[in-house]
């Protein structure tokens, strides 16, 4: 959440740089820089995975393919509402397989806006632009209260 981060303590509870797509202090997530573009209408990653995010032999786990949809999804909804904001449903449908260490090119575009959702379309094409995967995902706000509570 790059663009989105501010000082307050509930910023430093819901984000401390560590989240796997986009989490800069991550050394074992995939640190790309989300492209917010149209007041939020668009987001564009470019992401090279690692060969170790792989399912079979050089093929990108389907797994990672999602979670980079998400992404894409989630941050047209954080864009949007000018908030953090979470998925709260994700449809993928996979194309053709992915390989690794390969530059992966993800857009989103928002498709629908009310007061507490956003829905917002997605895929990821290789250069070629071989269409990889595609998803439709739907996103609301979340407050400091969406952050769970450590058990005693």
């Known amino acids: 959440m790059t663009d989105m981060q501010s000082d307050t303590s509930e910023d430093l509870v819901l ?56 992404e894409a999804i989630t941050y047209v909804g954080i864009s949007t509402f000018g908030q953090h904001a979470v998925t709260a449903q994700l449809e993928v449908r996979f194309r053709n397989p992915a390989p690794t260490r390969v530059k992966l090119f993800v857009s989103a575009e928002r498709i629908k806006v009310s007061r507490r959702l956003v829905e917002a379309k997605a895929e990821v094409r290789l250069t070629d632009g ?23």
């Open 15 to 70: 984000n401390d740089d560590h989240c796997f797509v986009c989490g800069m202090k991550n050394p074992f997530g995939l640190q790309v820089k989300p492209e917010i573009e149209a007041g939020g209408a668009l987001v564009r990653i470019v992401c090279t995975p690692a060969e170790h995010l792989q399912g079979w032999a050089n093929i990108l786990h389907g797994g990672i393919l999602s979670t980079l949809l998400d």
């Open 130 to 152: 071989t269409l990889i995967a595609t998803g439709t995902g739907k996103v609301v706000p979340v407050s400091e209260s969406f952050v769970p509570k450590t058990p005693e």
